[in-house]
């Protein structure tokens, strides 16, 4: 990761550290004002990674979707109907059916989003506000609101209860995607293609790019790792619920910019995008640690965002 | 050299075609683009394209290039006819292609775009040190210093094009095409890029160049193909042909070219409309004075990324100025931003048509009255009737070659969206007219009649401050020239002062 | 084994009560709020601590998290009831989180709170089935758990937890049916607004509101029924339910803050001869009732004294004391006539002066 | 493609003209499934008019910042407090004053963000994420949580819950700023500033646009169209609460986007926003009046938008 920094700051382009600055900056504040209320313990620190987990898992899969100039509102509703379709196979079957059964929930909205996109050409905003708001429905529909119990102990174990030693399984599940993920991106001609289709679409397909093909791909990507993370969320919970997901749309698309991939495409970075979502997971963790009242955390949390960002904007630019 | 070429020629003379593109038909809706053209290019000949602005070659070029599907003909590579839908097709069957158009990934570094789509693998994985390694050689045969970490985003235009070029190179096709390649490269690149050519013709590639440069096809080519009104009004061996000839193929009528437009009254160099004092910008400008009169038109002439784009960006309030004034009529000026620049009469054309000249996605009215909005304004609403006259005017003065003003700039040929851009500076009626390469990828006539424009600016006693990378226009306008290199004027040509200002004046003044 | 029956019991007393069989009219009697296990109810007045209690608490110097499965009003009475126990016991309250209704957040805020290593959770969880896993690490902790409104699958009192303090929400669905009974005087047509969500304390006061209609009162027909989730977007409903059923005299919606919208459309649609009758107190609406508007019903639980119940009983547990396992608040029904007194009992607040002045009172 | 383009030529943004036949296809649709469940009655028609015209009032505002190629999600928050304020207010002072308090609210808060976003150069998108955490916290503090009752019956009237002859003052306000929207929008030199700067930012500043400025004013104009929403709800609701606006954001956009206003800047129209809000509007009341269970509403809502636009765009490609 440490080539990985120095060789984008070769490339002159500050944009791509900004979010360590902002890590740091968080990190610091927080350490300072809870240095004697367990913000540093081992334990904590450890919370804070298997909190993000799911987080991070979706923001690397929209890293990919947001490089190519797209976005997907659908991961949301995605992960619910994939936690409980897992959790509903696990019942009369085994693991990796459930857990092939929830990934594929992903995979087949992600393509019809992806679909419907570069073929209709309607702005993926709306495709996927669409699917989100059907796959909701659906997730509300399979079990009638009922939430559906795990008592499969191996698969709890596998995604999300378990620990490996000190490290949770989640942690570890999160490093893999993210390793992954980082390698697709930057080592590898889809990696490129994605960025070239979000940076300048037409030079693209002018270069012999598939944009389209890129556009159904990076939809599919965002919308699987949505359901691996629907998968890791049951895990976690022993169980599944239509409400999963819900809130965490805004929280992947925010990590995700803050980890300076931007809007506009052809930018971006994948280990940014976990840091940013590390960074919205202190922030739950350390404003709650403060003993703040639930107004004064969504204060204190808009406030620290907008700091953390404009100081480490300076700090990059001043250097 | 012109002797070489014959040589190369007469031997591939009895060669099969590289490329044939037989009797292409092309149609936008309603705009018949091109109807029934037919060229033809042998291995290591080089054929020459030319045309006026919005003639169909870009638009031949691409059908080509895979980009779009021709409405009907056929192409043949080696004498076999060949089927592709799209670029990847194109470029299976050996074809390469520099676009006119600006066709790079800003967001991306320089190698990343020189190997996009087809990235060397170690592995799994792109292999990106052997990418820098071949961008680092392939610089070097151009000698350009271009690192390949660089991001596209913060090259200047000149070396922007100069990756365009290697770009297509780097992929070794069988058949080349370049359209418009030389255009904001100053003579030196162009000398590079024509040995290139050379090099390729002795490795029996076949190569189409696309210019408005006719001094350069007969330099370069073998063979020159003229389109006007979407068919072919000439083909013939450029031995065969004086320039004249093409001229008159293009757009049925000789005109003149290249002379000095004098003024119409001589100069009074009194009172300076624009004086600029000890102007000072980073490393690229360095304490750089000069005046400019009423009814002067000043070149300013230099290597690329001599810092000429950086002094017209200084004085137009787009960079602060470190150390120096901006004078405009004997006034010190304090420009915070364009807005300020041209409220104090100044106006720039801007080198860079994609990024700071149009908004692709808009009407060429809205283009043209976009400095103007405020001047059109009665009571509290825009007069879009009087808008709308002004730019048809306009567009007819410059003949954008357009449906209507209300068609959209991204769908215009690149001279005339070069024109769109050049129009705007028309509307504000500047007192000093900031000029930097106005008239890229511009047709021979075109540039006749906006280098008349640019000469009655001056005469209606305001100033004119040209940059340009075209000696032959330089030579055509300016009464006197600053010579720049690394940032500080080494020299001044005057006409007055009894220089000769031509293009082989200034191409050795720029070069020692 | 007896884990199942648990869970069983528990999704008795959750969300399934909604769909139950409405045949049997004992079957419905009996549905006064009983303990995940069973339990029968005791009487919050009943739980008590004496001055000593509290000196030997304050000793203690114990700390205290609130993890909350929402915010608003009736949470803010909650915390204040709390509160003011804890004061007396020298208990600090170190966190108070707000789940957001997210089952993953209220694990969250669980595990987090821990690293203040807290001694008592205060806790209202969100999810009974996902709350198992959630409350493990508190539980594995020996932390004092007590829970609010309802407990989680698989757990016991005494055990995992101490106990559960309850509002009566099966008798809150039985006084709103009494409330629109009264104010639609005995026959008429009403439609029914409910929360259309996975949510047992509104689930249950739903579903009881609407057998009491069907077994008590057969002169009175329900018409119309359409969930929402939205506690904004219930005006849409309203309006389409005026559209298709103008002969409605009373509408049922599942609480206050939902209950806004819905008297905007009927003064929007002049009806101000639709009664309204709906759950909680809160100022806009009551200030309607109070002049005599649309609203002529509420029913209301009592924060306040859950809160304070919740503290005392965690008091119990770490003096030692025996706890009742399941203890459930009064309940009270409000009209224009008893306003003030309800903000008293049930938020521990003065009625605000706009209410008082309708009341002329003022 | 050439097909796409070729209706540019005719120099026509057939984009311009989708949301019609959309709006067309959706009101067909009910007309026919509904045709005697009074979808068409003039009062549900104004129903559907009152209801949507706090989403329309806030959709003329997004306009103006989608075309600037930003975006605001502060405006949810803004509704809440600028609401509060204004009741509390309306307590101890008249309708004016009470009414400026409002406006204020967003203002202030749509001059920061501008500010931020303008000089800082932080991503709009982050930018009001952050005010609008803030906005809310303080909207909760305001009052602690308690809703504050109107009792100022010209307010009342004037605000929302009045009606003049069969027309609801809310349909009346939709109307007046959609009409004002669209004449700054279409017919000054500000409108034009704002579509240049959405179009091409540095090609609009070579021409002598305070590309900066504009950014300001969008973020402004964005935020008190929001503070003045949140009055009409004030006055519609006879009182303000925390809770105001929350869901409203993703609506808005919705509506600005359907409406043909295109998220890369540069093009849109103002009155197609307001057609886009009432077709939000149509769908909540058609899905209703069918008597569609909430999960049912939400599959259908999805399936339908999607479908419109398709239908549309492929219409509007066909002739
Ligand atoms: N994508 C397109 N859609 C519609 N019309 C187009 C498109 N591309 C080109 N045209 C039209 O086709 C005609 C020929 O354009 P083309 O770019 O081939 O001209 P050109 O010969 O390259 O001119 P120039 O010398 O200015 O580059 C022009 O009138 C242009 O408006
Ligand atoms: N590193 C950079 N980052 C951003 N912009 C740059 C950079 N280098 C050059 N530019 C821009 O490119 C334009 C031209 O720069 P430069 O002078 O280097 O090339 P040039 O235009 O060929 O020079 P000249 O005008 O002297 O030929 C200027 O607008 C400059 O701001
Ligand atoms: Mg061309
Ligand atoms: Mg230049």
Sequence with gaps: MDNFISKKIKGFNYKNYIVYISFGLVLLFFSITLFNKGFLSPENLMNILRQTAMISVMAVGMTFTISAAEIDLSIGSIVALSALVAALVLRSAGIILAVLAGLSVGAVTGLLNGIIVSKVRIPSFLVTLGTSSIISGLARKITNLEAVPIIDKRFNFIFGSGDIGPISTLFLWTLVIMIVGDLVYRKTPFGRAVLATGGNKSAARFSGIRTDAVKVAVMTISAVCAAFAGILYAGRLHGARYTLGEADVMTVIAAVVIGGTSFTGGRGTVVGSIIGSIIMGMLNNGLLLMGLSVSDQMIARGIIIILAVSLSLREAKND | MAGMVKIDFEENNTGIYALEAIDIHKAFFKNEVLKGVTVKVKKGEVLGLVGSNGAGKSTLMKIINGVYKADSGIIKINGEKVYYKDVQGARASGIAMVYQEFSLVPTMTVAQNLFLAEEPKKGLFIDDSTCIKKAQEAFKDFNVEIDPRTYVEDLSIGNQQIVEIVKALIRKPAVLILDEPTASLTQKEINRLFDFIKRLKQQGIAIIFVSHHLREITDICDRVVVLRDGRVSLDDYVKNVEIQQIIQAMIGRKVTTYEYIPPKTNITRKQPILEVRGLKWRDKINDVSFSVYPGD???????????????????????????????????????????????????????????????????????????????????????????????????????????????????????????????????????????????????????????????????????????????????RLADRVLVLRQGKIIRELSRCKGDIITEETLTEAIQL | GSGGQNSNSSQTQNAQSTSQTKDDMSRFDEEIAKGPNGETPTRSSEINLTEEDYAKLREGKHKAALIWAGSGEWYNALTEGAKEEFEKMGVKIVAVSDAQFDPAKQATDIETALALNPDIILSLPVDPVSGTRAYQPAVDKGVTIVFADNGVNNYRAGKEYVSIVTGDHFGMGRAAAELMNEAIGGKGEIAFIYHDADYFVTNNRDGAFKRAIQKKYPDIKIVAEAGFTQENATGEVASTILTQHPEIKGIYVAWDVAAEPVVAELRAAGRNDVKVVTHDLGANNDLDMARGGNVCGKVADMPVEIGRTMAKLAGYKLLGKEAPPFVVCSLIKVTRDNLEEAWKKSLNKELPEDILKALGKK
């Design chain 2, 297 to 475: 038109i000043v070149g300013i002439a230099g290597l690329l990324g001599s810092g000429r784009t950086e002094i017209l960006k200084n004085i137009y309030g787009l960079y602060r100025p470190e150390k120096g004034e901006i004078i405009v009529n004997g006034q010190i000026l304090k420009i915070n931003g364009p807005w300020d620049g041209i409220k104090h009469g100044l106006f720039l054309v801007p080198e860079n048509r994609r990024k700071e000249g149009i908004i692709a996605g808009q009407s060429i009215r809205h283009n043209i009255l976009l400095p103007v909005w405020r001047r059109l304004k009665k009571r509290l609403f825009i007069d879009d009737g009087k808008g709308k006259k002004i730019a048809t005017d306009l567009s007819q003065k410059l003949n954008i070659k357009m449906v209507d003003t209300e068609q959209y700039v991204e769908v215009l040929s690149g001279g005339n969206q070069q024109k769109v851009v050049f129009a705007k500076s028309l509307v504000t009626g500047p007192k000093v007219l900031l000029l930097d390469d106005p008239t890229v990828g511009i047709d021979v006539e075109a540039k006749n009649e906006i280098a008349n424009l640019i000469r009655n600016i001056a005469d209606e006693g305001n100033g004119v401050l040209l940059v340009s990378s075209e000696m032959e226009e330089m030579a």
